[in-house]
């Protein structure tokens, strides 16, 4: 079995933790203040993210694998993992620190490297790219939302 089986997950699984641990410690304050009516339940929320995480780590599993290895997979391994900092970070920046128009141009650096990755990803394998659309379009729904979370409490 190849170590990138495992430790790939890994990775995604404490990319998940770290963001849940900032949600967690802001939970309190995000009670507190305005959302809009179309804001998603949690439960929904959590379990988009799940499945997010999951192809997220088989994308970057396909990536990984492919052989020979074209000049632009330092780059994409670079890019998955400032992708890593940046899911993880969002939830800081939102939950533990409440700086909605931070983390709403947080949420559109963080959807900028999704594309980036599905842009860079879709020459090497279309399906390890196609992993990556839900990924994008929930970014996409997320930083709406963030934009319209940060307006609605705007002081």
Do not use: Q
């Amino acid at each position: 079995m190849k170590l990138n089986y495992i430790v790939i997950p890994v990775i995604a699984v404490c990319v998940s933790a770290v963001g849940g641990s900032f949600t967690s410690s802001g939970m309190d304050w995000y009670r507190t203040i305005n959302l809009p009516p179309w804001t998603p339940p949690g439960s929904i929320i959590g379990v988009v993210w799940t499945v997010i995480y999951i192809l997220t780590a088989a994308s970057a599993i396909i990536v990984w694998n492919t052989w020979p290895r074209p000049d632009a997979f330092r780059a994409i391994i670079a890019l998955f993992a400032i992708n890593a900092f940046l899911n993880a970070t969002w939830s800081y920046v939102f939950f533990a620190r409440g700086m909605l128009s931070a983390a709403f141009v947080h949420a559109l650096v963080l959807e900028a490297t999704v594309i980036a990755l599905l842009l860079l990803i879709w020459p090497i394998s279309k399906t390890a790219a196609l992993l990556l659309a839900p990924y994008a379009a929930w970014t996409a729904f997320a930083s709406y939302l963030t934009f319209t979370i940060a307006r609605m409490n705007a002081l």
